[in-house]
C-alpha cells in the first residue's frame, strides 16, 4: 500500500506533464490518472490499518490516509471524472486538460499531507492551477476574479506560514499534533489560512463570486472538491487537538446558518449554489468525526447541480420560474436537491442523518434549522416547471451527470443501518417544513442581501478581525 | 534580537495594511510581496535564535550553529510566492488592457456581484 501511495500522488502531475508531450492523448491520459484515483481511494477504503508515511526522516514530509481521506479521494476523483467526461467533446486545449490534472493531483496531496508545510505547498499548487482554469476563458470578468481569488488566499497563507514556524518553535517538528503544545497565536494564525481557503464562515465571503463567474465544469470543481482541500484538515486537526474541536464545531454552526441565510435571498442560480456549498462545509465541520461521508455526498451533488446548471437557458431563477426549464435537465436536477435535502434513498439522506447523531447537544437546534433552509432553497430548483425541449442533453454531461448520481446511490449502502422509521420520519418532517418555507414565504421574496462583505478591501479587513476572534477563542478555551 | 525580531512584525504588518490601503492593484501586489519579505524575514530570524553559524557541519568544528530546518523550508515558500507574483503580474498586464488605470474601485464598479 505505501508504494502505491507514492505512486497515486506522483502519477497526475507525470501525466499532466506528459499530456504536453503528446497533446494526442490529452483526454485518455487524463481519464486514466483520475481512474487511478478512483481505484486508490476505493481501495484504501477495504484497508482497516491506517497508511502512515514518513518521508525524509524527523523534519520531512508526513503522510497519513485513513478511511476519513478515502470519502474525500472518491469525492475528488468522481467529481473530476464526471467533468473530464463533460468537456469531453468540447473544444478545450490539452493545456485545460494538464491543469485539470495538476489541480486533481495538488488535492490529494493536501487530502493526504498531515504536516503544515507539505500542506502549504500543495494548498499554493491548489490555488495555482483554481486560478489558471479560471481564467482560462481569458474575458476581463474571469481575470479579475481569478486574481481576486489568488491575492486573498496568498495572503491568507502568509499569515499560515507566520503560524506554522510558531509550531515548530514549540514543538520542534511540522506536524498536525504540534499544534497542542502551540501557543494560542499560532492556532489562530494556520486556522485563518485553512479557514480562508475553505471558504468558512464570514471569512469565506469570496467564494460566491468565484464559484459563480467560473465556467460550469470549472465551478463543479471549485465547489466540488477544491474548498474540501482546506476542509479535511481542518478536520484532521479537529480530531486531533481536543482545544480546538470546539471552535471547529461553533466555526461550522455558524457557516451552516450563514450560507443558508445569503441563499434564500439569491436569485442567481449559480450564486444560490455557491452560498450553499459555503453552508454545506459548515454541515462538515459541525460533526468533524463523520464529515468524510458527508463531504462525499456533497461533492457529488454539487458537481451535478453546477453541471447541470451551465446548460439552464437563463441563471435568473424567477425567470426560469416563468419559463420553465427543459425535462432532461429536470430530472437530474431534482434528483441532486432531493440527495442534498436529505431525502431517503439517496446517499445525502445517511450522510444527514450519521451528522445529526454526532452532533453537540448546543449544535442542534441550529443544525435542524440550516437543514430545513437547506430545503427551502433546493425547493426554488426542485419546483421549477419542466417544458418539452427540442434539444437534447449534450452527450458528455449525460456521462458526467450519470456518474454522478449513480454514485450517490451507490454510496447508500455507506451507511444502510440509517434505513430505521425514526430516521426515516424525520427528514421528512423537515422537507416538509422547508417546502412550506418556501411556498409561503421565500417564492414571494424579493430583497436582497447587501454585497458590500465581497469587496476585496472588505474580505482583506475582514482576515484581520478574523485573526483577532480566532485569537480570542483559541485564548479562552 | 528583540528588536530584529520587532522590525520583522513591523515589516509584515506595513506589508498587510499596504494591500488594505493601496487603492492601485499593482500596488497590492507589491504589498503582498512586502508581507511575503517580512514572513520569510522572520523564518529566518527564527533560524538564527540558537546561533547564526552556517550549518555547514565540520568535523572538531563545535560553534553554535543556525537552525538549517526553517531556513530550508522557506526556501520552498520563497519560490511559491515568487511564482505567485509573476502570474498576478501576467493577469494585472491583461487585465490593463480594460482598465488602464488598475484602480480596484473601478474594476469592482465593473464587476459587482
Given at each position: 500500500?505505501?508504494?502505491?501511495?507514492?505512486?497515486?500522488?506522483a502519477?497526475?502531475?507525470?501525466?499532466?506533464f506528459?499530456?504536453?508531450?503528446?497533446?494526442?492523448?490529452?483526454?485518455?491520459?487524463?481519464?486514466?490518472?483520475?481512474?487511478?484515483?478512483?481505484?486508490?481511494?476505493?481501495?484504501?477504503?477495504?484497508?482497516?490499518?491506517?497508511?502512515?508515511l514518513?518521508?525524509?526522516?524527523?523534519?520531512?514530509?508526513?503522510?497519513?490516509?485513513?478511511?476519513?481521506?478515502?470519502?474525500?479521494?472518491?469525492?475528488n476523483a468522481?467529481?473530476?471524472?464526471?467533468?473530464?467526461?463533460?468537456?469531453?467533446?468540447?473544444?478545450?486545449?490539452?493545456?485545460?486538460?494538464?491543469?485539470?490534472?495538476?489541480?486533481?493531483?495538488?488535492?490529494?496531496?493536501?487530502?493526504?499531507?498531515?504536516d503544515?508545510?507539505?500542506?502549504?505547498?500543495?494548498?499554493?499548487?491548489?490555488?495555482?492551477?483554481a486560478?489558471?482554469?479560471i481564467?482560462?476563458?481569458?474575458?476581463?470578468?474571469?481575470?479579475?476574479?481569478?486574481?481576486?481569488?489568488?491575492?486573498?488566499?496568498?495572503?491568507?497563507m502568509?499569515?499560515?506560514?507566520v503560524?506554522?514556524?510558531?509550531?515548530?518553535?514549540?514543538?520542534?517538528?511540522?506536524?498536525?499534533?504540534?499544534?497542542?503544545v502551540?501557543?494560542?497565536?499560532?492556532?489562530?494564525?494556520?486556522?485563518?489560512?485553512?479557514?480562508?481557503?475553505?471558504?468558512?464562515?464570514?471569512?469565506?465571503?469570496?467564494?460566491?463570486?468565484t464559484?459563480?463567474?467560473?465556467?460550469?465544469?470549472?465551478?463543479?470543481?471549485?465547489?466540488?472538491?477544491?474548498?474540501?482541500?482546506?476542509?479535511?484538515?481542518?478536520?484532521?486537526?479537529?480530531?486531533?487537538?481536543?482545544?480546538?474541536?470546539?471552535?471547529?464545531?461553533?466555526?461550522?454552526?455558524?457557516?451552516a446558518?450563514?450560507?443558508?441565510?445569503?441563499?434564500?435571498f439569491?436569485?442567481?442560480?449559480?450564486?444560490?449554489?455557491?452560498?450553499s456549498?459555503?453552508?454545506?462545509?459548515?454541515?462538515?465541520?459541525?460533526?468533524?468525526?463523520?464529515?468524510?461521508?458527508?463531504?462525499?455526498?456533497?461533492?457529488?451533488?454539487?458537481?451535478?447541480?453546477?453541471?447541470?446548471?451551465?446548460?439552464?437557458?437563463?441563471?435568473?431563477?424567477t425567470?426560469?420560474?416563468?419559463?420553465?426549464?427543459?425535462?432532461?435537465?429536470?430530472?437530474?436536477?431534482g434528483?441532486?436537491?432531493f440527495?442534498i435535502?436529505?431525502?431517503?434513498?439517496?446517499?445525502?439522506?445517511?450522510?444527514?442523518?450519521?451528522?445529526?447523531?454526532?452532533?453537540r447537544?448546543?449544535?442542534?437546534?441550529?443544525?435542524?434549522?440550516?437543514?430545513?433552509?437547506?430545503?427551502?432553497?433546493?425547493?426554488?430548483?426542485?419546483?421549477?416547471?419542466?417544458?418539452?425541449?427540442?434539444?437534447?442533453?449534450?452527450?458528455?454531461?449525460?456521462?458526467?451527470?450519470?456518474?454522478?448520481?449513480?454514485?450517490?446511490?451507490?454510496?447508500?449502502?455507506?451507511?444502510?443501518?440509517?434505513?430505521?422509521?425514526?430516521?426515516?420520519?424525520?427528514?421528512?418532517?423537515?422537507?416538509?417544513?422547508g417546502?412550506?418555507?418556501?411556498?409561503?414565504?421565500?417564492?414571494?421574496?424579493?430583497?436582497?442581501?447587501?454585497?458590500?462583505?465581497?469587496?476585496?478591501?472588505h474580505?482583506?479587513?475582514?482576515?484581520?478581525?478574523?485573526?483577532?476572534?480566532?485569537?480570542?477563542?483559541?485564548?479562552?478555551? | 534580537?528583540?528588536?530584529?525580531?520587532a522590525?520583522?512584525f513591523?515589516?509584515?504588518?506595513?506589508?498587510?495594511?499596504?494591500?488594505?490601503?493601496?487603492?492601485?492593484?499593482?500596488?497590492?501586489?507589491?504589498?503582498?510581496?512586502?508581507?511575503?519579505?517580512?514572513?520569510?524575514?522572520?523564518?529566518v530570524?527564527?533560524?538564527?535564535?540558537?546561533?547564526?553559524?552556517?550549518?555547514?557541519?565540520?568535523?572538531?568544528?563545535?560553534?553554535?550553529?543556525?537552525?538549517?530546518?526553517?531556513?530550508?523550508v522557506?526556501?520552498?515558500?520563497?519560490?511559491?510566492?515568487?511564482?505567485?507574483?509573476?502570474?498576478?503580474?501576467?493577469?494585472?498586464?491583461?487585465?490593463?488592457?480594460?482598465?488602464?488605470?488598475?484602480?480596484?474601485?473601478?474594476?469592482?464598479?465593473?464587476?459587482?456581484?
Open positions: 500500500m505505501n508504494q502505491l501511495t507514492l505512486i497515486w500522488i502519477l497526475p502531475f507525470l501525466l499532466g506528459i499530456i504536453y508531450l503528446l497533446p494526442r492523448l490529452t483526454r485518455p491520459l487524463t481519464l486514466l490518472a483520475v481512474f487511478f484515483s478512483l481505484g486508490y481511494g476505493l481501495a484504501l477504503g477495504t484497508v482497516t490499518t491506517p497508511v502512515s514518513r518521508l525524509l526522516d524527523h523534519f520531512g514530509v508526513s503522510l497519513f490516509l485513513d478511511g476519513l481521506t478515502s470519502f474525500f479521494i472518491v469525492t468522481l467529481v473530476t471524472m464526471a467533468v473530464v467526461l463533460t468537456v469531453w467533446e468540447s473544444e478545450q486545449t490539452p493545456f485545460f486538460f494538464a491543469q485539470l490534472l495538476i489541480l486533481h493531483g495538488s488535492v490529494n496531496v493536501a487530502l493526504a499531507s498531515t503544515w508545510i507539505s500542506l502549504y505547498v500543495a494548498l499554493e499548487v491548489v490555488g495555482i492551477a486560478f489558471l482554469l481564467a482560462y476563458p481569458g474575458t476581463e470578468r474571469v481575470i479579475w476574479v481569478g486574481l481576486r481569488y489568488l491575492l486573498v488566499s496568498n495572503i491568507a502568509l499569515f499560515y506560514l503560524g506554522a514556524v510558531l509550531v515548530y518553535e514549540s514543538h520542534h517538528g511540522f506536524d498536525f499534533v504540534g499544534l497542542r502551540a501557543p494560542p497565536e499560532a492556532v489562530a494564525l494556520l486556522l485563518l489560512g485553512l479557514l480562508v481557503k475553505g471558504g468558512i464562515f464570514v471569512l469565506g465571503f469570496w467564494l460566491p463570486m464559484h459563480a463567474s467560473a465556467a460550469a465544469p470549472v465551478s463543479a470543481l471549485l465547489s466540488g472538491v477544491v474548498v474540501k482541500a482546506a476542509v479535511l484538515p481542518l478536520v484532521r486537526v479537529a480530531l486531533l487537538v481536543p482545544a480546538v474541536e470546539p471552535i471547529i464545531r461553533l466555526l461550522g454552526v455558524g457557516t446558518l450563514l450560507g443558508v441565510g445569503y441563499a434564500l439569491e436569485r442567481d442560480v449559480k450564486r444560490m449554489l455557491a452560498w456549498t459555503t453552508s454545506q462545509m459548515g454541515f462538515i465541520l459541525a460533526a468533524p468525526e463523520v464529515g468524510g461521508f458527508y463531504a462525499l455526498t456533497h461533492g457529488l451533488v454539487k458537481a451535478a447541480l453546477f453541471l447541470g446548471a451551465g446548460q439552464l437557458p437563463s441563471r435568473d431563477l425567470e426560469l420560474q416563468q419559463r420553465g426549464i427543459p425535462r432532461y435537465l429536470g430530472i437530474p436536477l434528483l441532486a436537491s440527495s435535502s436529505g431525502f431517503p434513498l439517496l446517499a445525502g439522506f445517511g450522510a444527514k442523518v450519521l451528522t445529526m447523531q454526532n452532533l447537544p448546543w449544535q442542534e437546534w441550529a443544525m435542524t434549522g440550516a437543514a430545513v433552509g437547506t430545503a427551502t432553497i433546493y425547493a426554488g430548483v426542485f419546483f421549477l416547471p419542466w417544458t418539452q425541449a427540442e434539444t437534447r442533453l449534450p452527450r458528455g454531461l449525460g456521462w458526467g451527470l450519470g456518474l454522478l448520481l449513480g454514485g450517490l446511490w451507490v454510496a447508500n449502502g455507506v451507511y444502510y443501518e440509517a434505513f430505521t422509521v425514526a430516521n426515516v420520519i424525520k427528514p421528512l418532517v423537515i422537507i416538509g417544513v417546502w412550506g418555507l418556501y411556498w409561503g414565504i421565500v417564492r414571494r421574496l424579493r430583497e436582497h442581501l447587501p454585497a458590500f462583505g465581497e469587496q476585496l478591501e474580505l482583506l479587513g475582514m482576515m484581520s478581525v478574523g485573526l483577532v476572534v480566532l485569537f480570542g477563542l483559541a485564548w479562552g478555551w | 534580537m528583540v528588536i530584529l525580531e522590525g520583522v513591523a515589516t509584515i504588518l506595513v506589508g498587510f495594511l499596504g494591500t488594505l490601503f493601496k487603492g492601485n492593484l499593482i500596488m497590492k501586489i507589491m504589498a503582498m510581496d512586502v508581507m511575503s519579505t517580512g514572513v520569510i524575514a522572520y523564518y530570524v527564527v533560524a538564527a535564535k540558537g546561533g547564526v553559524f552556517t550549518p555547514i557541519w565540520l568535523p572538531g568544528r563545535a560553534v553554535a550553529y543556525a537552525d538549517p530546518v526553517p531556513q530550508a522557506i526556501l520552498t515558500a520563497i519560490v511559491i510566492g515568487l511564482s505567485i507574483q509573476a502570474l498576478m503580474l501576467v493577469g494585472v498586464m491583461k487585465l490593463s488592457r480594460y482598465y488602464p488605470t488598475l484602480a480596484v474601485r473601478d474594476i469592482e464598479l465593473k464587476n459587482s456581484p
